[in-house]
């Protein structure tokens, strides 16, 4: 009897501290949970990023973004009438083929033509520039005998230019000569990194994107043990896919955000995935007799490393970037490369090709 009184009051003590310890818990959760509310933290990770660039241009007709089974999304073709940040005017063209106008009519084209193609991101595309302030544009003013091809599209990672550019080839779509224009960030799309998500998905949540965002696979790349290269897909859910109760309460969203960039992110070698992309480009250009050009637009020491140990593989490589922290060089309002950067990008690219 003694020992079962014993044992009950400790259950009962037991019982008491884990109800101190819940209230405690729940306690601190509370105040942790009010402060980041008013620090401005919001259950919706996504609802914390401000876009700077995408979320600024307003095109007529509006619906310039298409999905593409192979790279997720592209630009739909015709004519468009754009504001960037509601106060810079441009116009693009697109062609069916998925490229930008470099010079001569959509219709009058010559495909057989020798051809450069240049793939990229939207440094590469031109964004928030007249069709013939581009670096693709000028570049086909100072070849006139070859047919220049502006296959960027905004926000591509390097990952998607391959898997478009093997689509090209499948089409054949052969071109003598391939410029990638890239850039360090485009290792975080290349893996579809936690900041990339958030980037997305605060993207997916204009009225006007989010069914496109919904119906959406993109590629991302991993490398194999062996180091060989691994792309795969993942749709909304696996990019949405978070801690159960992120949506809901900011401690959960924000333990979520910690988890995220700091474990899942932490992980990947960004540089070498990016030369093991590169060198798989450069392996199929080489396969069908066609000259890579890995053309360096930020100056910064990661896309320098990357040159490097591309120029170490014999990959042909040239530094074009500029300073974009100088007002000269971007678009006013914008952190994209002006006209000016543009011709500076076209002139370093043509004495590699001359």
């Given at each position: 009897?003694?020992?079962?009184?014993?044992?009950?009051?400790?259950?009962?003590?037991?019982?008491?501290?884990?109800?101190?310890?819940?209230?405690?818990?729940?306690?601190?959760?509370?105040?942790?949970?009010?402060?980041?509310?008013?620090?401005?933290?919001?259950?919706?990770?996504?609802?914390?990023?401000?876009?700077?660039?995408?979320?600024?241009?307003?095109?007529?007709?509006?619906?310039?973004?298409?999905?593409?089974?192979?790279?997720?999304?592209?630009?739909?073709?015709?004519?468009y009438d754009c504001m960037l940040n509601g106060m810079i005017e441009f116009k693009f063209n697109q062609d069916i083929d998925g490229s930008r106008l470099t010079g001569s009519s959509l219709e009058k084209r010559n495909?057989?033509?020798?051809?450069?193609?240049?793939?990229?991101?939207?440094?590469?595309?031109?964004?928030?520039?007249?069709?013939?302030?581009?670096?693709?544009?000028?570049?086909?003013?100072?070849?006139?005998?070859?047919?220049?091809?502006?296959?960027?599209?905004?926000?591509?990672?390097?990952?998607?230019?391959?898997?478009?550019?093997?689509?090209?080839?499948?089409?054949?779509?052969?071109?003598?000569?391939?410029?990638?224009?890239?850039?360090?960030?485009?290792?975080?799309?290349?893996?579809?990194?936690?900041?990339w998500r958030k980037q997305m998905m605060a993207f997916s949540e204009q009225s006007d994107n989010r069914k496109l965002f919904e119906q959406m696979c993109l590629p991302k790349a991993s490398l194999e043990i062996d180091?060989?290269?691994?792309?795969?897909?993942?749709?909304?859910?696996?990019?949405?896919?978070?801690?159960?109760?992120?949506?809901?309460?900011?401690?959960?969203?924000?333990?979520?955000?910690?988890?995220?960039?700091?474990?899942?992110?932490?992980?990947?070698?960004?540089?070498?995935?990016?030369?093991?992309?590169?060198?798989?480009?450069?392996?199929?250009?080489?396969?069908?007799?066609?000259?890579?050009?890995?053309?360096?637009?930020?100056?910064?020491?990661?896309?320098?490393?990357?040159?490097?140990?591309?120029?170490?593989?014999?990959?042909?490589?040239?530094?074009?970037?500029?300073?974009?922290?100088?007002?000269?060089?971007?678009?006013?309002?914008?952190?994209?490369?002006?006209?000016?950067?543009?011709?500076?990008?076209?002139?370093?690219?043509?004495?590699?090709?001359?």
């Open positions: 009897m003694e020992t079962g009184k014993r044992l009950k009051k400790i259950v009962q003590i037991g019982l008491v501290w884990l109800a101190v310890f819940v209230v405690i818990v729940v306690s601190l959760l509370g105040v942790a949970e009010l402060v980041l509310r008013i620090q401005g933290f919001s259950p919706s990770t996504y609802k914390l990023i401000q876009l700077k660039d995408s979320d600024g241009v307003r095109c007529t007709p509006p619906d310039f973004w298409m999905l593409d089974s192979i790279v997720g999304f592209k630009y739909r073709s015709g004519s495909n057989s033509q020798s051809m450069i193609h240049l793939y990229g991101c939207s440094v590469a595309w031109g964004h928030g520039l007249n069709d013939n302030q581009t670096c693709a544009w000028i570049l086909q003013d100072s070849l006139p005998n070859l047919s220049v091809r502006n296959y960027g599209v905004g926000a591509w990672s390097t990952v998607q230019c391959i898997q478009y550019f093997k689509q090209q080839l499948c089409l054949y779509n052969r071109p003598d000569k391939v410029v990638l224009l890239y850039g360090f960030f485009h290792h975080m799309r290349n893996t579809i990194s936690w900041v180091g060989g290269l691994n792309i795969e897909y993942l749709d909304f859910d696996d990019m949405t896919r978070n801690i159960p109760g992120t949506g809901k309460l900011c401690v959960i969203n924000y333990i979520n955000d910690i988890y995220q960039s700091r474990f899942v992110d932490s992980d990947i070698d960004s540089e070498h995935l990016e030369v093991a992309i590169i060198r798989e480009f450069n392996s199929m250009c080489q396969t069908e007799g066609i000259e890579l050009i890995v053309a360096g637009v930020l100056g910064d020491e990661n896309t320098l490393n990357v040159l490097q140990l591309l120029s170490e593989d014999g990959i042909a490589v040239v530094d074009v970037s500029v300073d974009l922290s100088d007002s000269k060089w971007r678009i006013h309002g914008d952190g994209h490369p002006n006209e000016a950067a543009n011709l500076h990008f076209a002139n370093c690219i043509l004495k590699e090709i001359r």
